[in-house]
């Protein structure tokens, strides 16, 4: 579906060489966000004049000798919860609604030193809370596929970006998935990277000990080339682990000969729909039939991970999102009393489900019920982290489906919140933890959507995971892209 | 093992409402009290687990002494942050009348 | 619960009172008596560079608004991360005070509060840095310590109308410089038993404080907050009461009075038959009386949480150990040497006073330089308090000192003198000289008895035959009369020396 100018790799190349300019490389994805953009609400926020202004700079540098980075010229698009200087970040918020940050996150500010150019800031499920991209303040996202399905979320903004061509690449969150179902729903390539490996600085909080930052693209190289610039140590986030980055891009073509593919047995059954069973079986056929080993493997902690999450990340949101108070940023409804106020302002400026979220999460932490709410969740924890190690003694990488269904249509799920919280049962287990996962695509499932299969793998394990990414990306090419 | 809480009733939602800083009204309360006794019923598993000797894991990426050399920083500028608060006097941040101290 | 329990302190550890001979006891209005138990918490500034965890400056007293940064001000996105000196300063201080260093953990304090702009605390809840130590007062009263941990401060805000106090304000403005200042918690276990004790315990944890570096002493800027946890109980009884904790005790004079009036408050609480119900209470100096703040009976809810932004802090041994060895000579030490060194109780004010002006090293070699060890301990205490006084050469006071004990200076000249050596680098033979403070000689200063005997015989009569009551009248009548004939050269000692030798001679 990518009806987009090429992938990153092939425009970074040309504008480095000078055989093409990134003005016009801009401007040619400025032209399809006005055709499918009204129709798709993508974007928060289009800023075709700064990245026109961006193209030119990046061209006269070329024009002078010099090297604009790995991403030279190449358009990337943001998830809203990205904090940019001077540019509006909203979290798809009427709380944040017109606040400009007064400074960039580590991230933004790794682009812009690889020479990529930001386009614009993407839709997202209100404070990255959905999955669906229908929590947003300003409206949903839609499936470039089919307009009346929605886009996964919580990036549903960032992967219908790629997948309607708006920008090869974009960026967005995952905290139980929020990557990786959007790309599955959308048909793209999303990566959550290791916990710890991309800066989190800058980053709207959302639940601090799951949040990570990572790619979106319409292939694995592409998403590779992105993780690489983005990866890396920063000091001003203590969660971040300290060690070179290791080379990705480079080692995508190794092939899966030999290596050790376990399928979750434990996710191809509840709830699980029939023909994204079958895709993930193909896919795992397909690694067979590339020289690795594939084999069942039960992970029995995985199936806790749902309700696991569902008491952690409200707790830790119920705290982050405290912040948004009134006092001095973002919206304030007027009250006679400070308290009135901060009750005011956070009654209106909050959605629904975030709502429920920071009250659950308030729940999960008060008197009386840490211990069993809280305190049991980070205990499961460990053991889903003892689970996946024991997988990992017999497997470099695991397979599963990415999410339960193909994309639903707007408004399906909407009224029950839980109904909607499974569409992260696949997801979940890697963000509690913080291993590595992405979603690739592998077909269509019976209504003709896109289907995603998840590659899961250890901790920084990102090499295995996307090498195995790139032999199912070429299996399907193989196969001629279809079913 | 302690007893299993009872499903958050009404009184829960409306005590941590006014915890968290949100007004509900009374449909509010009855439709979030439902969605939320919902998703901790469905938690209920993992409340059912004995896990006494399973340590809790906070970070899933074990590190520690994370530390910052106590060198200074770049500061915002005061104009540009105050220019973005809601309300200010006086080089501060205003706000309405505070009840009660700090704790 | 069974009737046994024992109550335990916030890590788990029995709570036990001491017994003090300086216990305060006291009778409430129907003759009753009572004791007080108190436990002090003090927050301390740190005197580091920058803030707990992010790089805005750490300065007091400077424009509203300036030292802040992303992360001070809590916007969307930003993250903590700990400052390497504040860590090492709480590891001083713990191991000044002969405290565990611990692993420890940050959590996150909820509550919405307008100064502080994460609308939650970080700090250390369960896990602190620093755990036991103790305090040893210059009484000899050693003060138990529970715990001390690092956290963050908050913003400051101003009411405005209605007084400048919260109550009755129109609006309130903050200032964010404060947010994120790194403290240190200290909290000592109830073993303070009197409101004296409780003003020892914070003049020399204040002592401690400056000693190592960690704080900067400054009670007035609010680098050090003192709050107390009062509770009383009938004379004798082993009883855990009530406890109240009152805020805002900036000034040590403050600590006690509203330690004291806080007592007879709970005490004729009981005595009227009334519960003490445990809350928090606000001294207000002006009407000298404690007020209710905050009940807490409404349970403080802070749903604390381990920190999700922040690994855990593990100091390795050799850390600590570099830090306990770097330490300096801390203060009980010193007045305990310095004691030693002048054969002074080492309970005297004098000590204690030496030691916190950091003056005890200057005592110390002037008695080794062979000064006399009182005269040289009055002479730092009363007139080398100024500036300039610290400097001066030790050897040099001890020569004065001799001049004094000497008899060739009185101790009013010898004072002059001394102000004087602290600009000239003359001796002080020279510069008495130069003052004419010749010493008189011995028949001079005879001669000068015998004048005045011989011009009062009926004084002098009623001396020589008087009781020591009469005699001791009398003594400063002839002192005077040879002061004013020798001009104030005569030595006050010598004078009644001779006076005595001839009334028995
Ligand atoms: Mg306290
Ligand atoms: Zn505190």
């Known amino acids: ?483 | 093992m302690r007893a299993m809480p009872a499903r958050i009733t009404r009184d829960d939602v409306a005590h941590v409402a006014t915890l968290a800083r949100l007004a509900l009204d009374e449909d509010e309360l009855e439709r979030f009290t439902g969605q939320l006794a919902k998703v901790l019923q469905h938690a209920a598993d993992v409340e059912a687990l004995e896990l006494d000797d399973v340590p809790p894991t906070s970070h899933p990426y074990p590190l520690a002494n994370v530390l910052r050399p106590d060198l200074p920083g770049p500061t915002l500028e005061r104009a540009e942050v105050l220019a973005a608060a809601p309300s200010t006097e006086d080089r501060q941040f205003k706000v309405p009348t505070i009840l009660g101290e700090s704790p | 619960m069974t009737t046994t329990s024992q109550p335990t302190d916030s890590l788990g550890q029995p709570i036990t009172v001491p017994d003090s001979a300086d216990t305060f006891v006291f009778d409430a209005s129907d003759g009753s008596r009572w004791e007080l138990v108190c436990g002090l918490e003090v927050h301390a500034e740190l005197a580091t560079a920058t803030k707990m965890f992010s790089g805005a400056p750490n300065n007091f007293g400077d424009e509203p608004n300036t030292n802040i940064d992303p992360v001070t001000l809590g916007l969307p996105g930003t993250l903590p991360v700990v400052n390497e000196r504040a860590v090492e300063l709480a590891i001083r201080f713990g191991c000044a005070i002969g405290a565990d260093i611990r692993p420890s953990v940050f959590s996150r304090k909820n509550y919405f509060y307008p100064d502080m702009p994460k609308d939650f605390q970080i700090s250390q809840y369960d896990q602190p840095i620093v755990v036991g130590g103790h305090l040893e007062l210059p009484s000899g009263h050693v003060v138990g310590v529970e715990r001390a941990h690092l956290e963050e401060d908050t913003g400051k805000s101003t009411h405005v109308g209605g007084q400048g106090r919260i109550t009755g304000a129109e609006y309130s403005l903050v200032d964010y410089n404060r947010a994120g200042v790194p403290l240190l918690e200290i909290v000592s276990r109830p073993h303070v038993r009197s409101p004296e004790q409780a003003r020892s315990y914070v003049a020399e944890l204040r002592a401690i404080l400056l000693a190592t570096g960690v704080n900067d002493g400054k009670l007035e800027e609010g680098s050090m907050r003192v709050d107390a946890n009062v509770s009383v109980r009938p004379e004798g009884s082993d009883e855990l009461g009530t406890r109240c904790e009152i805020k805002n005790l900036n000034s040590l004079r403050s600590l006690g009075r509203a330690i004291e009036h806080e007592a007879r408050r709970q005490a004729e609480l009981r005595v009227a038959g009334e519960r003490v119900r445990q809350e928090t209470r606000h001294w207000n100096e002006a009407d000298g009386r404690t007020h209710t703040m905050r009940s807490k009976e409404e349970a403080d809810d802070y749903r604390y949480f381990p920190e999700p932004d922040l690994v855990p802090v593990d100091p390795d041994p050799a850390w600590i150990e570099r830090i306990r060895a770097a330490l300096p000579m801390l203060p009980a030490a010193r007045r305990a040497r310095l004691a030693g060194a002048s054969g002074i109780d080492p309970a005297a004010e004098s000590i204690a006073v030496l030691v916190e002006r950091g003056q005890d090293e200057q005592a110390r070699a002037a008695i080794a330089a062979g000064g006399d060890p009182a005269r040289v301990v009055v002479h730092i205490e009363q007139n080398l308090a100024g500036p300039g006084g610290a400097d001066l050469d030790p050897s040099r006071l001890a020569a004065l000192v001799a001049l004094e004990v000497g008899g060739q200076l009185t101790a009013t000249q010898a004072k002059q003198v001394l102000a004087e050596m602290l600009t000239d680098p003359a001796d002080p033979a020279a510069i008495a000289a130069a003052r004419g403070f010749e010493a008189m000689g011995t028949d001079a200063l005879a001669a000068a008895v015998d004048g005045v005997v011989a011009a009062h015989p009926a004084e002098w009569e009623a001396f020589r035959t008087g009781d020591a009551k009469a005699r001791g009248k009398l003594t400063g009548f002839f002192v005077g009369r040879v002061m004013k004939a020798t001009g104030g050269q005569a030595d006050g000692k010598a004078v009644t020396a001779l006076l005595r030798q001839r009334a028995a001679g």
């Open chain 1, 1 to 483: 579906m990518s009806g987009g100018p090429g992938p990153a790799s092939a425009i970074a190349a040309a504008v480095r060489s000078g055989a093409r300019s990134a003005r016009e490389v801009v401007d040619e994805h400025l032209r399809v966000i006005d055709q499918r953009e009204p129709e798709i609400h993508a974007f928060n926020l289009v800023l075709a004049e700064k990245a026109r202004a961006r193209a030119d700079e990046i061209d006269r540098r070329v024009a002078a000798g010099d090297d604009p980075g790995p991403l030279a010229g190449v358009p990337i698009a943001l998830k809203d919860n990205l904090a940019t200087r001077g540019i509006a970040t909203t979290c798809s918020s009427r709380i944040l609604e017109g606040w400009q940050p007064p400074y960039d996150a580590t991230v933004v500010e790794r682009l812009a030193e690889a020479g990529a150019i930001v386009v614009g800031k993407t839709n997202l499920d209100e404070f990255a809370m959905g999955s669906s991209t229908e929590n947003s303040a300003f409206g949903p996202t839609r499936n470039p596929h089919d307009t009346s399905r929605v886009p996964g979320g919580s990036s549903g903004g960032s992967a219908a970006a790629v997948a309607a061509g708006f920008a090869p690449l974009a960026l967005g969150s995952d905290t139980g998935g929020s990557i990786r179902q959007p790309a599955a729903l959308c048909g793209v390539v999303g990566v959550k990277p290791t916990y710890g490996l991309v800066s989190r600085y800058g980053l709207v909080a959302f639940a601090s000990s799951l949040d990570q930052i990572g790619p979106f693209a319409a292939t694995v190289a592409d998403a590779a080339l992105l993780l690489e610039v983005i990866a890396g140590h920063d000091p001003r986030d203590a969660t971040s682990i300290p060690r070179p980055v290791e080379q990705l891009a480079a080692r995508l073509g190794d092939g899966v000969e030999g290596l050790r593919v376990g399928v979750v047995s434990d996710l191809l059954t509840e709830g699980i729909s029939r023909d994204v069973v079958a895709r993930t079986r193909a896919a795992a056929d397909a690694l067979s039939a590339a020289g690795a080993k594939v084999e069942e493997v039960s992970v029995p902690a995985v199936t806790l991970g749902l309700s696991a999450y569902y008491l952690i990340a409200p707790a830790e949101a119920s705290s982050n999102l405290a912040r948004f108070d009134g006092v001095r940023y973002g919206l304030r409804v007027d009250a006679p009393t400070t308290n009135e106020m901060m009750v005011a302002t956070r009654t209106a400026g909050f959605g629904d489900e975030v709502k429920r979220r920071i009250m659950l999460g308030t729940y999960a932490l008060s008197a009386g019920y840490y211990d069993a709410f809280y305190g049991k969740a980070q205990r499961v924890r460990t053991l889903i982290l003892r689970d996946f190690a024991a997988a990992y003694e017999r497997f470099d990488v695991l397979l599963s489906p990415t999410s339960p269904t193909t994309a639903f249509a707007l408004g399906d799920k909407t009224a029950d919140p839980l109904t909607m919280y499974l569409n992260d049962v696949c997801t979940i287990p890697s963000n509690l933890a913080g291993h590595p996962a992405m979603s690739v695509p592998f077909g269509a499932g019976d209504d003709g959507l896109p289907v995603g299969v998840q590659v899961m793998a250890p901790a920084l394990g990102e090499v295995a995971m996307l090498r195995t990414g790139a032999v199912l990306e070429a299996a399907l090419a193989g196969q001629g892209g279809a079913r």
